[in-house]
């Protein structure tokens, strides 16, 4: 039985810059952290022939074009099966729809343990890109890159995305201290709300494509954000980043009516009343979890129990993609 697990991840400045319809005549940049919430997926070779899956859906079909699930048939067809005799599991420490990157984490996973299985040695670049060609080429998912790149390499990792599909990833340049203050004053809590990032994502890519002024203006800011968290990281100017993260949000949230909610505010409001120094939703937006900078956690943990919502307590991943049983 070969066992693959693929980090999930929040986005610490520059979100939305690594879709196509931007970086390809702009250049993106943004700084993602992978976290110790896992999507896992397992194959075996089975005693029968055929494809056996079982993720929220069962399946067992004989053909890789009778496979309903679109990523697992898109990821099949890259590879030369002969025969067909195998049985992939998937299960995740976070649900689907929660802004954590798991579409991207799990596709990783997906191509790691179809790597393994095939006696195939892969490096975490060619796993990113063929993630990113399944997804984004073969479904045509208006995404970016950044969840599969960050899922493949782990850490604390700043991405440029150049305008010829060039990705370069450089681990963030904090030292140990400053990197364990951000993990501890890193609070995530979930909204309660779960969406499809593609429904969100759908109308900045069109708009972006249009060359529609406000939405290229909003996200060249976004992306000057995030070259100016780096530096604050990498200065050890943690407040200064919890401001940006606030800067982030108030920006974030105009570049689609469907990025928050009035209940959504009123959460933000609270803990920013409560402590917290700046924050934002995590993902494509309109659910899943908000995350805050705040050095008052105590006060904040509680503001936001009061308020229902549940805490995710993590730590950094720096392992990325990687088999755990073969």
């Not at 067909?84 to 343990?113: C, K, V």
């Not at 305008?163 to 340049?173: G, K």
């Not at 951000?182 to 979930?190: M, S």
């Not at 494509?209 to 050890?236: C, F, P, Q, T, W």
Request: hydrophobic fraction near 40%.
């Amino acid at each position: 039985m070969i066992i693959v697990r693929s980090p999930l991840r929040i986005t610490l400045g520059g979100g939305g810059t690594d879709l196509p319809s931007y970086y390809r005549r702009h250049g993106g940049f943004l700084i993602a952290a992978a976290i110790d919430k896992f999507v896992y997926v397992t194959a075996i070779k089975p005693f029968t022939r055929g494809i056996y899956l079982k993720y929220a859906n069962i399946e067992h079909v004989e053909t890789i074009a009778e496979v309903k699930h679109p990523i697992v048939r898109e990821t099949l067809r890259q590879f030369p099966f002969s025969p067909l005799q195998i049985e992939i599991t998937t299960l995740a420490d976070i649900p689907a729809g929660t802004g954590l990157g798991s579409s991207g984490s799990f596709t990783t996973a997906l191509l790691r343990a179809l790597h393994a299985h095939q006696r195939n040695i892969v490096h975490p670049r060619e796993l990113a890109e063929q993630a990113c060609h399944i997804e984004i080429d073969r479904l045509g998912e208006p995404i970016g890159k950044q969840d599969q790149y960050i899922a493949a390499f782990g850490g604390i990792t700043c991405f440029t995305f150049h305008e010829d599909e060039t990705v370069e990833a450089v681990p963030l340049a904090i030292d140990e201290e400053t990197r364990n203050n951000l993990e501890d004053n890193l609070l995530l809590f979930f909204t309660g709300y779960s969406r499809q990032a593609s429904t969100i994502l759908k109308d900045q890519d069109q708009r972006t494509k249009h060359n529609d002024a406000v939405m290229i203006d909003n996200l060249h800011y976004v992306k000057e954000l995030g070259l100016r968290s780096k530096a604050a990281l990498e200065s050890r100017d943690l407040v200064g980043f919890g401001r940006l993260m606030h800067e982030h949000w108030e920006h974030k949230r105009r570049r689609s009516g469907g990025m928050s909610s009035p209940q959504i505010d009123r959460w933000y409001n609270v803990a920013i009343n409560s402590g917290a120094v700046g924050g934002k939703l995590i993902g494509a937006g309109g659910g899943g979890f908000l995350m805050f900078y705040a050095e008052d956690k105590v006060t904040l943990r509680h503001a936001m129990h009061e308020a229902g919502l549940a805490e995710l307590r993590f730590h950094f991943d720096f392992e990325g993609t990687k088999i755990v049983a073969q």
